[in-house]
């Protein structure tokens, strides 16, 4: 294992059972070696928020799909149910984005590219991912219109309780990345892993800079959400 990369101060998130919460190191990570001759680093984080202060663990047992967190006590080292770090093992940096409303039909310009509503949006989608990854991958689409910015979209069905839900409600929360380079199945990853605000909206007040821009529709309305990295230029 390689020098760790987390330092004391660093934010990270820890998921469990698909959920995150923000942690932040309130101790310099120090190795531990194992009994069995391999090795992790253990540190001390608080709850982003609140007094509570947890023993963590980073191990690489299966360096493939990249270091995996884990709370002692909990899980052991290896264990199929330690969650994968995010952002993976490199905190980033996070930054404020610019987060306005725009009309689902007004022209947004992202990367460079001005795309014509919603609608120009959802027609350059290219990756394409139902709630989360972990059952399989995006599915591939061929976009109705093409340009120099790619499109990846995750989209989560509105809740049903009923059998006329069932039947009639088709409306979806969506979440689209920009890239300027081919999306890929780990882009899809990142932003399956991102944590989810309130109906299923990814943005937030602070983001890691790889993630913007982003753009977030409810479902329903006359309006969406953009976020860019404007701001902070």
Request: charged residues 25%.
């Given at each position: 294992?390689?020098?760790?990369?987390?330092?004391?101060?660093?934010?990270?998130?820890?998921?469990?059972?698909?959920q995150a919460v923000l942690v932040e190191l309130v101790s310099n990570p120090v190795m531990s070696i194992q009994h069995d001759g391999g090795h992790c680093w253990k540190w001390k984080a608080q709850v982003?928020?609140?007094?509570?202060?947890?023993?963590?663990?980073?191990?690489?047992?299966?360096?493939?799909?990249?270091?995996?967190?884990?709370r002692e006590n909990i899980y052991l080292p290896g264990n199929e149910q330690?969650?994968?770090?995010?952002?993976?093992?490199?905190?980033?940096i996070m930054i404020k984005p610019a987060v306005r409303l725009a009309k689902i039909d007004e022209d947004v310009?992202?990367?460079?590219?001005?795309?014509?509503?919603?609608?120009?949006?959802?027609a350059h989608v290219e990756l394409s991912l139902y709630k989360d990854i972990s059952r399989?991958?995006?599915?591939?689409?061929?976009?109705?219109?093409v340009c120099e910015v790619h499109v990846g979209e995750q989209w989560y069905p509105y809740p049903c309780f009923d059998a006329e839900d069932f039947a009639n409600e088709d409306r979806?929360?969506?979440?689209?990345?920009?890239?300027?380079?081919?999306l890929t199945q780990a882009d899809m990853q990142a932003l399956s892993d991102f944590?989810?605000?309130?109906?299923?909206?990814?943005?937030?007040?602070?983001?890691?800079?790889?993630?913007?821009?982003?753009?977030?529709?409810?479902?329903?309305?006359?309006?969406?959400?953009?976020?860019?990295?404007?701001?902070?230029k």
């Open positions: 294992m390689g020098k760790c990369k987390l330092r004391k101060g660093d934010r990270v998130y820890e998921c469990r059972y698909r982003v928020g609140t007094d509570s202060v947890v023993d963590y663990c980073i191990t690489e047992e299966a360096p493939q799909y990249g270091p995996r967190l884990y330690a969650e994968l770090l995010l952002p993976p093992f490199d905190t980033g310009e992202l990367l460079g590219h001005v795309f014509h509503g919603l609608q120009d949006i959802e399989g991958t995006a599915s591939v689409r061929k976009p109705e219109a979806t929360y969506r979440n689209y990345i920009f890239r300027r380079e081919p944590p989810a605000q309130n109906n299923y909206c990814r943005i937030q007040q602070e983001m890691h800079a790889d993630m913007l821009p982003m753009v977030y529709y409810c479902g329903d309305g006359p309006t969406m959400v953009v976020a860019t990295e404007e701001d902070n």
